[in-house]
């Protein structure tokens, strides 16, 4: 039976992995814009993070930090707190991509993109939840993941693996969280990125024509149900949302 | 083992003319048949991307080395002529 019976605030101070560009800089400002604090890491910090920390001294801290190193997320987690206030919502968003025949993938690069979307994302979670656990007692988690996830894409085999395991994972800790932590996943179809910058424009307009709605996922489109899973009272919990204008039905 | 042997192990590289009957060996297998011209173009004799999968390993297998790749780098490949060079330069890599 859940333990709480009253909503979980909306959430006040979020931390966001990979916010330095794509769709986890989109979901920086977004949460920034719905009025909460924000703390993001990505390798190297880019000029529009540094810009967002410099304009926002007090609501934004920022750090070059690689997820796949756990001590330095601690660090950074503890370090983020001492600035801002306590952490109470988590958006693991960090991750490498893949566009290659398994059997032409090195164990080296399975090993690498198994350690940075599927490792490393539940280690934060850990380190998110034993911090917030100790502070607020209850928070908010939003898993980015992928429409790989529930439909095969070739050249995809590790990177869907890893996105398959979090909605896993994510749906467990859900679970195992009884309600004081909301957690739930948005799984993108693809949009344009660095990552997706390898497919090609036939690929592309493969993906396009394939959707129902006509034209492919952006940032602007992820953004609002982050938002509503990390602001609003929805009681959504332990949930895929799939934003892929239709394509994966 | 001495240097020398190691160094004729880092440069072992199958010929064109072998690759290209590797080639055939790939196509013969489903009935179809590898054109003499390397201009030849892909679609028309019906040598898909996973058949280049196929080749890639048969080469692997020969040379006792893995040639990985991602998939950005096949895309541009449309004759016999670019399947060849690719491996090529897989090998060189
Ligand atoms: N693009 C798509 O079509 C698509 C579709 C479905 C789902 N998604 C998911 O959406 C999320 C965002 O993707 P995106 O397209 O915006 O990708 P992106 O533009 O490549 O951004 C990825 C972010 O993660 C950071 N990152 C990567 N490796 C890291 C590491 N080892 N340590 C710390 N930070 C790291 C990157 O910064 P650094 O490289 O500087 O570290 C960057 O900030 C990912 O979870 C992705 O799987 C993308």
Redo the contacts with the bound molecule.
Sequence with gaps: MSESSTAIPRASCVLV????????LALVQDALDAGAKVAT????ITPELEKLAADRPDDVHIGS????DEKAVRTFIKEAAAHLGPIDALVN?????QDSLHVHTSPERIAAIVA??LTAPLLVVRAFLRHAMAKSGRGRIVM?????AQRGYSGLVTYSAT?GGLDSAMRTLAREMHGRFLVNSVA????A????SVLGTEQLSTITRRTPTGRLVEPENIAPVVRSLLFDDTNINGQVLTIDGGGSI | MADGCLDYIAMTTLPRDQVRSMMGEVLAAQGKELPAEDAALLETIGFRSLDFSELALRVEDELDEELNFDAPGLRSIETVGDVLTFIDQLQQA
Excluded at chain 1, 65 to 68: E, G, L, Q, R
Excluded at chain 1, 188 to 191: D, M, N, T, V
Aim: charged letters at 15%; one cysteine or more; glycine letters at 16%.
């Design positions: 992995s990979g916010g330095s560009r794509g769709l986890g890491f990505a390798r190297t930090v690689d997820i796949t968003n960090a991750a490498i991509g940075t979307n980015v993941t992928s429409v790989c996105k993108p179809g693809f949009f990125s660095e990552m997706s």
